[in-house]
């Protein structure tokens, strides 16, 4: 039962840490999401990737986070630094792409908490 | 205005009522529709793909007006297990991203 996996689960740290979150996408997916999800506003679109290819990071803020991926079976995100307004759920999500549908399957996400 | 709009809810049934929910979607370059589920700190999951012609899938089904810009999601004799938040997606033809709304919560009652 293929899954995309994530970690760490939960991330607990201080403000102006660097946090990396990693992600495994389903062996095969050639599509990589990054979400972010809050209570107040839900599921935002961070950044995604086609074949390892960042195509849009424009729902990320650009000063404190990165996304990479720097080989088909790992995609990373990256905070530094972190501030307290970072704190929520970030999922990643892998697809197979074709012809402009996507399905996607969503790791369990890490909790992040910037005290 | 959000791109995907949802009534958050919640909706409290009891079990074997049947309920619909209604999502609408603004960008008339939306191509394709999703409804997702996601139980409470867990990770959404795909429930059904909205075709054009609307689809059934066991007790669910899934509905799309084009015209009017919306999707509808109606689950019949409802079950305890079915409670849970239903995400409403669109994927924009121009970019291939998908949309989300902000869910629907339900709450299936003994």
């Known amino acids: 039962d293929a899954r995309v996996t994530q970690t760490p689960r939960h991330k607990v740290t201080e403000m102006g840490q660097e946090v990396t979150m990693r992600c495994q996408p389903i062996?095969?997916?050639?599509?990589v999401f990054w979400y972010r999800q809050t209570m107040m506003q839900g599921l935002e679109l961070l950044a995604y990737?086609?074949?390892?290819?960042?195509?849009?990071d424009s729902g990320m803020p650009k000063d404190r986070f990165s996304a990479e991926m720097p080989d088909a079976t790992l995609a990373t995100l990256k905070i530094q630094p972190s501030e307290p307004r970072d704190s929520a759920v970030y999922f990643c999500?892998?697809?197979?792409?074709?012809?402009?549908?996507?399905?996607?399957?969503f790791g369990p996400g890490t909790r992040l908490t910037v005290l | 205005r959000k791109e995907v709009e949802q009534d958050p809810g919640p909706f409290n049934v009891p079990e074997g009522a049947t309920v619909a929910f209604n999502c609408t979607y603004s960008?008339?370059?939306?191509?394709?529709f999703f409804w997702y589920r996601q139980d409470c700190r867990k990770e959404p999951k795909l429930l059904m793909s909205v075709y054009s012609s609307g689809n059934e899938d066991g007790r669910f089904t899934a509905q799309l007006n084009r015209a009017s810009q919306y999707i509808s999601l109606l689950i019949r004799d409802s079950k305890l297990s079915d409670s849970a938040t239903y995400l409403c997606v669109v994927i924009d033809r121009n970019t291939d991203k998908l949309i989300f709304g902000t869910g629907t919560r339900l709450q299936v009652f003994p």
């Open positions: 990737f086609r074949n390892r290819a960042p195509l849009d």
């Open positions: 062996l095969g997916h050639n599509t």
């Open positions: 960008n008339s370059a939306s191509q394709s």
């Open positions: 999500a892998s697809g197979l792409s074709v012809m402009g549908t996507d399905t996607q399957y």
